[in-house]
T-cell receptor, first 112, second 111 residues
Framework: SQQGEEDPQALSIQEGENATMNCSYK?????LQWYRQNSGRGLVHLIL?????REKHSGRLRVTLDTSKKSSSLLITASRAADTASYFC????????????FGQGTRLTINP | ETGVTQSPTHLIKTRGQQVTLRCSSQ?????VSWYQQALGQGPQFIFQ???????GRGNFPPRFSGLQFPNYSSELNVNALELDDSALYLC??????????FGEGSRLTVL
């Protein structure tokens, strides 16, 4: 079952604009991670934010986490055509193993 | 380039057959996880291996099984294939710090 739900499911913007994707989840988490996937290929880790952190930056990426609302957002600033991909949030849960529970993803298209 | 390699990249099987997918983890990583990603969906956790033992399993039937070898490489076996098993199977290795490193996946089509 999918714990995370991304919003929007699809987003199309012009190159240079900022892209914001949101993620909501249902249960307590150890961490929340964002991954990127170019069509049909493997996932690439973008950023991890721990449950006791509220904001994290990595290059053009900014992630926020609100554990009281069980939500997170990913902001990509100054978007580029190469940012076109699907973006997934994944909640890290430790139940014996550390497993990631993924949402269904946001399909981001950057128009030149 | 994550250093995680999977084989084969594509394969076609028929219902009832068995399949074995292979994964070589990134150097230094002792934990391997397998995920199934159906078309248009997010990946779903199948199971995880740590030091050759399964230490966590998702909601998948017993016909999905796995192995981890002393060099930390891994196999996913699926018996009695069903049409719904058609998916991208992703292997990910980690060192236990949270971040997963994924391979490019094996795309299985069941006819």
């Amino acid at each position: 079952s999918q714990q995370g739900e991304e919003d929007p499911q699809a987003l199309s913007i012009q190159e240079g604009e900022n892209a914001t994707m949101n993620c909501s989840y249902k249960t307590s988490i150890n961490n929340l991670q964002w991954y990127r996937q170019n069509s049909g290929r493997g996932l690439v880790h973008l950023i991890l934010i721990r449950s006791n952190e509220r904001e994290k930056h990595s290059g053009r990426l900014r992630v926020t986490l609100d554990t009281s609302k069980k939500s997170s957002s990913l902001l990509i600033t100054a978007s580029r055509a190469a940012d076109t991909a699907s973006y997934f949030c994944a909640t890290g849960i430790i139940q014996g193993a550390q497993k990631l529970v993924f949402g269904q993803g946001t399909r981001l298209t950057i128009n030149p | 380039e994550t250093g995680v390699t999977q084989s084969p990249t594509h394969l076609i099987k028929t219902r009832g057959q068995q399949v074995t997918l292979r994964c070589s983890s990134q150097s230094g990583h002792n934990t391997v996880s397998w995920y199934q990603q159906a078309l248009g969906q997010g990946p779903q956790f199948i199971f995880q291996y740590y030091r050759e033992e399964e230490n966590g399993r998702g909601n998948f039937p017993p016909r999905f099984s796995g192995l981890q070898f002393p060099n930390y490489s891994s196999e996913l076996n699926v018996n009695a294939l069903e049409l719904d098993d058609s998916a991208l199977y992703l292997c990910a290795s980690s060192s236990g710090l949270g971040e997963l490193f994924f391979g490019e996946g094996s795309r299985l089509t069941v006819l």
